[in-house]
């Protein structure tokens, strides 16, 4: 299980508010699922991707979708 980075609880609202799926950042992570799309989080193509899911809480289809 990936441990969620720390935010400041007014950003960590505001990540929360604007996530069109209505799941929590910190609560996808913990669970091991994307907090955008819902699917599994459990596979990543490399160390930094992994580190990304730490921050937004984006699986691998959605870090490449949103960032190329």
């Known amino acids: ?12 609202k505001l990540i929360d508010a604007i996530n069109p799926s209505g799941r929590g950042r910190v609560d996808s992570i913990e669970q091991n ?26 699986c691998q289809e959605c870090q490449d979708k949103t960032f190329g």
């Open 33 to 58: 699922i994307c907090s955008w799309c819902g699917k599994s989080a459990t596979e990543f193509k490399d160390a930094l991707s992994r580190k990304e899911y730490a921050i937004s809480g984006f």
């Open 1 to 12: 299980m990936a441990e969620p980075t720390k935010k400041a609880t007014g950003l960590e």
